[in-house]
């Protein structure tokens, strides 16, 4: 029989996070900036503000600490867990700031943290542009509601060196000009469906939709994209290690790439058990076949029929797509696995 199970979730991103940065902000001492800096950023397990103010602190993380982000995701609550405090002392920045934590959150004792008190993602993205950088020529513009395109925003931002603005999803994004007022900026980078006019009016502005504008964008401008990371855009619920996407900046940064959000849902490690097929088999599995396991897994909250044939090293998988009690359907599979 064939069992697939469940892993256990993990309780906190923040491991998982650290041991990403790790490789870009402590590859060695002679490639460390004279700034060492981290950003701290509260996450709560489900989706929430702070996963795009996560977003906006990975270009001010490189710019601070010359394309070596170091941001880390820990509790809302501030606390410190063994994984983070390793990485804290192997790494010892010489500026923290923390953000996104609740009203009572305090840095541990013995450790000197700039907490911003923001209290959302427009707001986070405001006051990490005015504390690291004051000034900027240009700056990405992103709605603070559309993750997807943030992902790749933020990749951009750290590429050209500039802030992420996180505008606001409804009504004038006034508090996003004054911004861009204040950093003297003169060009901004819009995506996704954030409204271009009244940036437009408040100076030049480049509108780009999507990841494929984007590199050409950049490759026009004599910034080849060599590097890209793919990610799946709606993992901050549902799926078996949660908000994964929000790492795909921090290698982007560090290596001159850009992020690539999939277009389409994908399920991951569905629980799912399996049976050996007994008697005459559904329509569309191979007449013949000397081993069929049949099972059924959950996905889009909807029970969905599967079959396995075995073969050496490559199984083919079958998927009842359209609900028929059959395999016959033209998205049906094979599918190949190893």
């Known amino acids: ?58 270009p001010a993380a490189s710019h601070r600490t010359d394309k070596a982000p170091a941001v880390v995701a820990i509790p809302p609550s501030g606390e410190i867990g063994r994984e983070v405090a390793d990485y804290l002392s192997r790494y010892q920045p010489t500026e923290t700031v923390a953000l996104g934590l609740n009203a009572d959150a305090n840095a541990p004792q013995g450790a000197k943290w700039t907490i911003l008190k923001a209290r959302s993602a427009g707001q986070a993205s405001r ?60 060009t901004a980078i819009i995506f996704g469906n954030a409204p271009d006019g009244p940036f437009g009016r408040a100076g030049k502005s480049v509108h780009i939709p999507n990841v494929g504008e984007a590199i050409r964008w950049l490759t026009g401008r004599g910034m080849p994209c060599d590097y890209v990371a793919v990610v799946n855009p709606f993992d901050r619920t549902g799926t078996m290690q949660t908000k994964l996407s929000l790492v795909a900046p921090l ?31 559904p329509a569309g599995l191979p007449e013949g076949a000397e081993e069929v396991y049949t099972g059924t897994a959950t996905l889009a909250g909807r029970k969905t029929m599967f079959a396995i044939v075995p073969g050496g090293s490559m199984s083919r998988i079958y998927v009842d797509v359209n609900g028929d009690g059959k395999f016959a359907g033209r998205d049906a599979g094979p599918l190949r696995s190893t």
């Open 1 to 58: 029989m064939f069992r697939f199970f469940r892993c256990i979730p993990h309780l906190v991103v923040a491991a998982l996070l650290a041991s990403g940065v790790a490789t870009s902000a402590m590859a060695s001492d002679d490639t460390a900036s004279a700034t060492k800096s981290l950003i701290l950023v509260g996450l709560p397990e489900e989706a929430a503000w702070q996963d795009m103010a996560y977003l906006a602190a990975v």
């Open 127 to 186: 006051e990490l542009a005015a504390r690291f950088w004051g000034k900027s020529e240009c700056a990405v513009v992103c709605r603070e509601d559309d993750y997807a395109s943030a992902l790749l925003a933020s990749s951009v931002a750290a590429r050209l060196d500039c802030p992420l603005l996180l505008c606001q999803a409804r009504g004038a994004p006034t508090k996003t000009l004054a911004t861009l007022k204040a950093l003297g900026a003169k």
């Open 251 to 281: 290698f982007c940064a560090a290596r001159d790439g850009v992020v690539v959000p999939m277009e389409y849902k994908s399920h991951w490690m569905a629980p799912a058990e399996a049976a050996e097929a007994e008697g005459k088999l």
